[in-house]
Structures are given as C-alpha cells and as structure tokens.
C-alpha cells in the first residue's frame, strides 16, 4: 500500500454511516427478526493512533471490528481503508490488503491450529505473503520471537505445550509478521491472567512504537483502553454515542451512558 495515499488522505481507517443488521428467523413462528448490530456509526483513525473501542456486551464492537476486516459484508456504508474503499476491491487486491491489516482475537487456545509447532505458526503468514526470501526464513522467525520476547528455543513446541501469555505472543508474532500498518484488537487479553495482562499489553505498547503500528482496540476493560488508546469511542446499542480523546471521554465524559459505564467500574 503506498505511503502516499495514506498521506493524501490523512487517515488510515475511515468509516461512514456504517450499519450491519442481522435478520434472524423465529423457528417457531417464522417471525423475521432485525438486529440493528452496528447502526449508523462514523469514525476516522489517523496514522500511529490507537483508537478505544467500548461498551457493553453485545453493543456492536466485534461487528465493527469483522466489517472493518471485512469479513462481513456491510449492510450500509463506507470503510476506507488507507485511501480505499474496500467495497470496490477486488478477492486479489483484498488477500494483498490483508497484509497490512491484521487481527488480534481474544481467544488464544483456539487462535492457533494444536498441530503446527511455533516455527511453522509463523512461517505460515511469511510464506503466504511473501515477507522474505525462503533462505531468510529461519532468521525471520528468530527476529519475530525475539520481538515478542519469547526465547528461540519455543519455536519447536506446540501451542498446547505454552502457556496462556506465551501463545497470545505467538499470535502477536503472527500478527506483525506481515508487517501491517494496522491492527484490530478484540479483547486481545481478557481470557489471560491479571498479572500476565500487563505484560501483554506493554509488549502491544512497545511494538507499537518500534513498528509504527495503528491499532483499532476493542476492550470492555476501561482501564486497558486508558493506556492503550488516545482516542476513545463509546458504542451503545450499535450506535457510537460519544466519541474523542480518551483523556475526555474517559474522565470528564459527555454522554449518560459513558457515566454509568464509568460509575459501573468504580
Ligand atoms: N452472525 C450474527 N448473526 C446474528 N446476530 C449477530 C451475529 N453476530 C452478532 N450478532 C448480534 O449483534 C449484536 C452485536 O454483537 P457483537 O458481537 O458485535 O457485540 P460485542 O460488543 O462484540 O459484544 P461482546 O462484548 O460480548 O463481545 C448482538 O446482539 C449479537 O447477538
Ligand atoms: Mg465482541
């Protein structure tokens, strides 16, 4: 993706008036059901920014975040995503785009497939993208379990042979392993333990700089949004409600919902 587009546009993810309703069927009666998931929701996230994405179970955040990778297809809209719009691309062009936009899910056993070994964890993305030449992926991995803090050494053991912490470095490694620009977070540290959380979310914070790295980051855990994020977005009932620094929302927020949010913390 070039880097002009991003500087002509001024931003790396743009979304507009984008909205996802699910229809679900009532067996029993054959009632049609609409579930306004994501209704009419509009941001920008600038290049290196780290945007909040918070609220309530079920307010719409991994709606957002499947639309944005766009593995749902919008009911209404427009994703830009870094100068593009993704609805007019194409299978070919959207596999190149996927390079630069990567996804960190919350569930780290089931993340990574039982049988592959680390080393073959990583290559995996290398290979299909086609990050380095095949001599040099040996030292790449090296360099990506390095970056992740994890001793060379793992790369022979299985994903069930590591703990919780060590995989979710894993799915990082695999994460930043294709180089993106972008990365979508969706409650990357919520099924780890408290004292293995920080140490995940300093390593997110470090890459962050080292890398220059966006993240879209998705937690219902304020206290993990105020590190993470200069920017915060409230979603309630698949509506943002209020949306800006988290310096604001998150201490002097604006909109009834994000207060009882706060208070429900306390
Ligand atoms: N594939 C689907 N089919 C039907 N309804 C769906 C589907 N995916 C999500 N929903 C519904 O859309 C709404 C938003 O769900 P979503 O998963 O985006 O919430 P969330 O904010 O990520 O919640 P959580 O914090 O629990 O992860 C919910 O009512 C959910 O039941
Ligand atoms: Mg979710």
């Known amino acids: 993706m070039s880097e002009k587009v991003i500087e002509m546009t001024g931003t790396i993810l743009s979304v507009k008036n984008l909205s996802k309703h699910f229809i679900i069927k009532n067996n029993v009666f054959s009632q049609k059901k609409i579930i306004n998931a994501v209704n009419d929701i509009s941001f920008d996230i600038l290049p290196n920014e780290s945007m909040g994405l918070i609220g309530e179970s079920g307010s719409g955040k991994s709606t957002t975040a499947n639309l944005v990778l766009r593995l749902l297809e919008p009911t209404r809209g427009e994703i830009m995503l870094f100068g593009k719009n993704i609805a007019d691309i194409n299978y070919k062009e959207m596999r190149i785009l996927r390079k630069d936009i990567q996804i960190i899910f919350q569930h780290t056993f089931s993340a990574l ?30 360099r990506l379990l390095n970056m992740v803090g994890l001793p060379a050494g ?20 695999r994460a930043i392993a294709t180089r993106p620009k972008i990365i979508v977070c969706d409650e990357p540290v919520s099924s780890l333990d408290v004292s293995v959380q920080g140490q995940i979310l300093n390593l997110l914070i470090k890459l962050k700089e080292e890398l220059n790295l966006t993240y879209l980051f998705i937690s219902h855990d304020l206290k993990v949004v105020r590190l993470m ?36 913390e306390l």
Do not use: W
Request: aromatic share 4%; glycine share 4%; with cysteine.
């Open 113 to 142: 497939d039982p049988k592959m070994t680390v080393d073959e964890l990583l290559k995996e993305p290398l290979i299909i993208h086609n990050i380095v030449p095949v001599q040099e992926l040996d030292k790449e991995v090296d």
């Open 229 to 264: 994020c200069e920017k915060t977005a409230v979603m309630h009932e698949g509506k943002i409600v209020e949306i800006g620094k988290s310096s604001e929302v998150l201490f002097n927020p604006k909109h009834e919902y994000t207060r009882k949010l706060l208070d429900a």
């Open 154 to 173: 793992e790369k022979i053991k299985f994903p069930q042979q590591l703990s919780g912490g060590q995989n979710q470095r894993v799915i990082i490694a």
